[in-house]
C-alpha cells in the first residue's frame, strides 16, 4: 500500500513537473503559478508582516511590491510583444521567484541599483506629474458628482438585487439535480405494477 502511494507521488510530481516545463500548450498553468507566486503569496506575507508587527519583514515586503509593481508598469507596456516568446511565463515565473527568495535578496537588489536611482533622481518630475493628476481628477470628481453618484445607485441597486436572486431559492424546481421526463418514470411504473 505504502508502495503504491509513493508511486502515485512520484507520477504527480512528474506530471506536475512536466506541466510546468513543457512550453506547449502550458500557459495558463505558468500564468497561475505566476499569479499565485507574484501576488497571493505575497499578499497572505505582507499580512502576516502587518498583524506580527515584524518591522524587518514589512520592510522586505515593502520592497518587494515597489519591485513588483514597477516590473509590473514595464510589462504591461511589453507584455504584447514578450508574450510571444517561448518561455516568457517560465522566465517571469523565476524572476519573481529570485524577487522574494531570502538567499538572493532580488527585490532589495533591483530597488537598490535600478529602482531607487531611478525615482530620486525623476523625483520633483514624478511629484509634479501626481500633483496634476490628483488636480485633475479632482476637478473631473467635482464636475460629474451627479454621474458618480447615478452609478453609486445603480450599482449598489444592482448589487442588492444579485444578492437577493442568490439567496433565494429556486421555487418549483429542485436545483443540482438531474430529472428525466415525468411521463416516461410514471408509465414505467403503472406497467411494473401490472
Avoid at 510546468?20 to 497572505?44: D, E, K, Q
Avoid at 444579485?162 to 408509465?187: D, F
Wanted: net charge negative; glycine share 6%.
Amino acid at each position: 500500500m505504502a508502495g503504491m502511494a509513493m508511486f502515485a507521488s512520484n507520477i504527480s510530481s512528474e506530471i506536475g513537473l512536466k506541466l510546468l516545463l513543457s512550453p506547449l500548450n502550458t500557459n495558463v498553468v505558468v500564468r497561475s503559478a505566476c499569479c499565485s507566486v507574484g501576488i497571493v503569496f505575497p499578499v497572505y506575507s505582507t499580512f502576516k508582516a502587518i498583524e506580527m508587527r515584524d518591522q524587518n519583514e514589512q520592510h522586505k515586503w515593502l520592497l518587494y511590491w515597489a519591485a513588483y509593481g514597477s516590473f509590473s508598469i514595464i510589462e504591461a507596456f511589453t507584455d504584447k510583444f514578450l508574450y510571444w516568446f517561448p518561455l516568457y511565463y517560465h522566465v517571469k515565473l523565476a524572476f519573481l521567484v529570485w524577487l522574494q527568495l531570502p538567499s538572493a535578496e532580488g527585490a532589495k537588489q533591483l530597488y537598490t541599483n535600478h529602482l531607487r536611482p531611478f525615482l530620486v533622481r525623476h523625483q520633483a518630475r514624478l511629484d509634479h506629474i501626481l500633483e496634476l493628476f490628483h488636480g485633475e481628477l479632482a476637478k473631473f470628481i467635482s464636475t460629474h458628482q451627479a454621474e458618480i453618484q447615478f452609478a453609486k445607485v445603480l450599482l449598489g441597486k444592482t448589487l442588492l438585487s444579485v444578492g437577493n436572486i442568490l439567496q433565494q431559492p429556486a421555487q418549483g424546481r429542485v436545483v443540482g439535480r438531474i430529472e428525466g421526463p415525468v411521463e416516461q418514470v410514471e408509465t414505467s411504473e403503472s406497467e411494473d405494477e401490472s
